[in-house]
């Protein structure tokens, strides 16, 4: 009997990015709980990044937390991030609102730390100017740093929507926070800088408009000497399994040229924004999105490895 073909080894490890499957939690066909076990049976990833809009209420209910480690211990499923979203703008201007932001994170950091989870991954937003949130977010962003730091704990900034999309922007703040808990998670797919949402909603976001397209592979060479993590954003694929946006072998070559051995996590959009945004043209299933962008890692990555 034939020996089973080994996975390609890689010089990064895969992860699974749980906004992949944003449709069925949405939907409350999934929960928070079983993603770590369909993160492994179904796509046999044992890495898995939460998205704290998922459990937003429970980031300091022990009881569930000690729920979460076991069936992940027990599954033998590596904890490697939480992604933090609406806990206030750490780059606000206004001190009381920056202060209150940063107060708001610490419980994500405490439950990433139990959890075992090297980041957490935040937003750097405000209301003013680029110049105005940089700022402001030194110190917001700083101070959440330094709590992170207390606990072991690394705080990384997403480019994800205003100022952060700008590469150049995002890089100055983290250098002058110049901290080794500091850091980035480059995204394949955000470096388009839109106009403010009326709301803090997908609904709203999906109306924004365009007004300011950053170059991906620059803007990622450019946050890799700052990266603790890597987001492969994936949307569409053609006939032959390539992704249709981000030519996949220049970007892992620039992750690799960068010394980068860290986690490359799974963030499948499409089929999740098909639906919210009434996209035309063919998109995958979850399934079948996080597969491809899966296999397109391995591919890829094989033949840099």
């Excluded at 073909?5 to 999934?30: M, N, R, T, V, W």
């Excluded at 960068?258 to 499409?270: H, L, S, V």
Aim: aromatic content about 10%.
């Amino acid at each position: 009997m034939a020996e089973p073909i080994p996975a390609p080894k890689l010089f990064f490890d895969i992860s699974l990015a749980e906004f992949s499957l944003a449709g069925p939690l949405y939907a409350g066909k999934l929960t928070n709980l079983e993603f770590p076990a369909m993160a492994k049976r179904d796509f046999g990833i044992s890495n898995v990044e939460y998205v704290s809009g998922f459990w937003q209420d429970k980031a300091k209910d022990q009881a569930y937390l000690n729920e979460l480690k076991q069936r992940t211990d027990d599954l033998g499923v590596r904890n490697v991030l939480i992604m933090v979203d609406g806990e206030g703008d750490l780059g606000s201007p206004n001190a009381t609102e920056r202060k209150k932001a940063v107060e708001n994170h610490y419980k994500w950091v405490e439950a990433a730390k139990f959890l075992g989870c090297h980041a957490i991954r935040v937003n750097l937003n405000g209301k003013g100017s680029d110049e105005e949130i940089a700022k402001a977010g030194v110190e917001g962003y700083g101070a959440l740093v330094d709590y992170g730091a207390k606990h072991k704990m690394a705080v990384i900034i997403e480019n994800h929507f205003g100022p952060s999309t700008n590469p150049d922007w995002l890089a100055d703040v983290v250098r002058q926070v110049n901290s080794p808990y500091a850091g980035v998670l480059p995204d394949f797919g955000n470096f388009t800088r839109r106009t403010d949402p009326e709301a803090q909603t997908i609904e709203a976001f999906a109306k924004t408009k365009v007004i300011k397209e950053y170059d991906r592979y620059d803007g990622v060479k450019k946050l890799m000497p700052y990266a603790k993590g890597v987001s492969a954003k994936t949307h569409q694929f053609d006939d032959r399994g390539y992704d249709v946006e981000t030519d996949f072998t220049r970007m892992l070559k620039l992750i690799k040229d960068a010394g980068f051995k860290g986690f490359i996590g799974i963030e499948y959009e499409g089929a999740f924004l098909k639906q919210m945004m009434q996209l035309p043209g063919d998109y995958l299933t979850e399934f079948e999105g996080i597969m491809a962008t899966k296999r397109l890692l391995e591919k890829v990555g094989a033949t840099l490895s």
